[in-house]
């Protein structure tokens, strides 16, 4: 799926993440290896392999993002929800870990949601998460996109990765609801007639904002390799500013 890149002065680079370089009996090994089972990895290769299947019949490529299905609509909606879910997780380990976001007061009920005894909401996501990680400086290269497709970009150099690039958190940047969630929510109330919103754009977007988060929470996993190859399919994040 997505493979992380961090920002070095100069540009952008690719995260040389050490996948599946362990020995095979720290990555076979017992409980507790390096080589874990993730759920939450696990439900982003599965939403994965759904748009991937998609591609094969619709080709991923601007002229068709405003494409629109029956089967577009299941995938965001699972997606946003899988969003929603890992946001909320995400958010009470930091703070149950000892971090300290930014904007914990404008956040009403704040430790009520993160004891569980109430629930985050997506203007709490962007009031937390823009000001301690600036979400909307994050962009992923889509590596399947049909003009500039990239089969295998961990074979890549840094500099050689110049895609198509989309940044599903732009409008946090002002404040604003991402595109994608609106349609999500729209189709939640009233999928009949919110229904033209399942567009292949918010589907991609709304993968795009899934791996930062998944990134973001797994992040010692991702660096020590013990990710499967798999996530790296679809995209590389780019985090430049």
Not at 113 to 129: H, W
Not at 187 to 213: G, M, P, Q
Not at 235 to 240: F, N, T
């Amino acid at each position: 799926m997505f493979a992380r890149v961090y920002h070095q002065p100069g540009g952008c680079r690719i995260s040389r993440l050490r996948l599946n370089s362990h020995p095979r009996h720290l990555r076979l090994g017992h409980a507790g290896a390096l080589l874990k089972s993730l759920l939450d990895i696990q439900y982003y290769i599965e939403l994965q392999r759904r748009i991937l299947d998609i591609f094969r019949y619709v080709s991923c490529h601007e002229r068709n993002f405003d494409t629109y299905s029956v089967v577009l609509e299941s995938l965001l909606i699972d997606t946003c929800s899988f969003f929603d879910s890992s946001c909320q997780t995400f958010i009470r380990e930091k703070s149950l870990a000892g971090h300290a976001f930014k904007q914990e007061s404008s956040v009403v009920n704040f430790q009520k949601k993160v004891s569980g005894n109430a629930e985050f909401n997506f203007a709490d996501y962007r009031e937390l998460l823009e000001d301690d990680f600036v979400l909307s400086t994050k962009k992923v290269n889509l590596n399947p996109y049909e003009d500039v497709f990239y089969s295998n970009p961990m074979h890549y150099v840094p500099d050689a990765i110049s895609g198509y690039l989309i940044e599903p958190f732009k409008e946090w940047a002002a404040g604003s609801t991402s595109p994608w969630w609106k349609a999500f929510t729209g189709l939640k109330h009233d999928r009949l007639t919110s229904f033209r919103e399942a567009r292949l754009r918010n589907v991609i977007h709304s993968l795009a904002a899934v791996f930062i988060i998944l990134t973001l929470r797994n992040e010692a996993e991702f660096k020590a390799g013990s990710v499967s190859l798999e996530l790296y399919e679809l995209g590389l994040m780019v985090s430049c500013a």
